[in-house]
């Protein structure tokens, strides 16, 4: 096991970096219970170990083992919540990403621009008590507000249930009052007041559902006197939405506010190295600045190297400079193209010939389970959806049965070349749009 979780981690790490610290480490996995012991040679070593590699080990642990592990460590024996607080940590971690194994704060690429509401994201996530409530993140359309939000949410499941959290954007909202309890305004109500933390993405969409600004007010006063934890992301800065409800804007003003800058030209630069390396993309540093000049916005880059990358698996291994214009050139900056569950959901269908109510629906014939299946897979494997997230997109499912769903097909198709070859196909109709 330890063999291949350190190849595993040739994938992001040198050779030289894993004789340095995973080497001299002895690594125990029980399947049967979901722990993960991590012995270092003596406390010293814990101490580095923690401050310098520990949340990225945790992150690549959690994407070769998957949900449901948790890790601890101790040093000549000694578990470590035996240990003073200064030795190598003091607590088990889970080590599950429900809300995306790509949102952490090491995956954050950050300037100084943006250094202040990073560190402010870091500490709501690292304190049990409420300090920061609400804390709300301003920024234009791919300023990473939703991946600030999203890492916040990771953090948090490391401590407590995933179960306790709510993450979602405004529609999500609508469709818990609209479809989960049929305009049951007191059984919706009282679903969110059950939660322990509240993480609402897109809050500026609540302009169209204004019905629900009293409902908000609700569940907000019920989350303040709680003293439950609120993170809310908006696009502009909260004193130009004159469509909101003055109480429910007041209330928000409550907490702590921070804006995301965009990326600028060193940060896009950084990003699309960091993403090169974890996709073995190999472009030159004249293709990389290029990419950088041309998209602003992190999702459009992330958008533009997933083309790339799927060029280079379904077309020609050897991408030239020739291939790279034309992908460039056929390519635009635009907010309509943007990648969603909804668009990979009918990209399947479409392949199927079903209709997206089938797979969102709870028939159980093999010829829509598999397609629903490889949808909830292609869901999570291109967005980093969380399973939860995804039970809600997929009609209300329990995140166990999409869990169960993902993780089939991802041992079918280690296994299964045809079931390998469609999972190519059905990426190549989500993802590439380039004329061969």
């Not at 083992?65 to 971690?93: I, K, M």
């Not at 967005?383 to 329990?398: E, H, I, N, Y």
Request: aromatic residues 12%; positive net charge; charged residues 25%.
């Amino acid at each position: 096991m330890k063999n291949g979780l350190r190849n595993h981690l040739l994938q992001t790490c040198s050779e030289t970096e894993l004789k340095r610290w995973f080497d001299p480490i002895k690594i125990d996995i029980s399947d049967e219970t979901g722990e993960v012991l991590v012995t270092f040679p003596h406390a010293f070593f814990g101490n580095w170990f923690r401050d310098s590699i520990q949340s990225r080990f945790e992150e690549q642990l959690a994407t070769f083992l998957g949900n449901g592990f948790s890790v601890s460590y101790s040093h000549n024996g000694s578990h470590a919540s035996a240990e003073p607080a200064n030795a190598a940590t003091a607590e088990t971690t889970r080590i599950d990403f429900p809300f995306g194994h790509n949102f952490t704060f090491d995956n954050f690429i950050v300037g100084k621009k943006n250094f202040f509401p990073l560190a402010s994201a870091r500490e709501v996530a690292r304190l049990e008590a409420v300090t920061f409530n609400p804390f709300v993140i301003c920024g234009k359309n791919g300023s990473g507000k939703s991946h600030l939000m999203k890492a916040i949410a990771n953090e948090t499941s490391k401590r407590v249930e995933s179960d306790r959290i709510f993450l979602g954007n405004m529609d999500d909202v609508k469709s818990v009052y609209s479809v989960k309890f049929s305009g049951d305004s007191f059984k919706a109500r009282n679903y969110f007041f059950s939660f322990d933390y509240i993480f609402v993405d897109d809050f500026q969409t609540i302009r169209k559902y204004d019905e629900l600004q009293q409902e908000m007010i609700s569940i907000f006063n019920n989350f303040y006197e709680n003293g439950k934890q609120m993170v809310f992301c908006c696009n502009d800065k909260l004193v130009t939405y004159d469509f909101l409800n003055p109480n429910l804007k007041s209330r928000l003003e409550w907490g702590l506010i921070v804006t995301l800058k965009r990326p600028d030209l060193e940060i896009r630069t950084s990003f699309i190295q960091k993403q090169c390396k974890l996709k073995k993309l190999p472009l030159s540093k004249d293709q990389i600045l290029t990419l950088s000049q041309k998209f602003q916005d992190f999702r459009y880059l992330q958008g533009i190297l997933i083309k790339l990358s799927a060029f280079r698996e379904l077309v020609r291994k050897n991408l030239d400079q020739k291939d790279f214009e034309h992908i460039l050139n056929n390519t635009e900056e635009k907010t309509d193209h943007d990648l969603t569950p909804e668009y990979i959901i009918q990209a399947v269908a479409d392949h199927f010939d079903l209709s997206p109510a089938d797979l969102k629906g709870n028939k159980r014939h093999q010829s829509i389970v598999r397609p629903r299946q490889m949808a909830m897979y292609l869901c999570r494997n291109l967005l980093g959806v969380s399973f939860p997230a995804l039970g809600r997109t997929f009609g209300g499912k329990d995140h166990s049965t999409v869990l169960y769903s993902v993780k089939k097909i991802e041992e079918s198709q280690k296994v299964n070349e045809e079931t390998k070859n469609l999972l190519i196909t059905l990426k190549d109709k989500c993802l590439l749009r380039v004329p061969k």
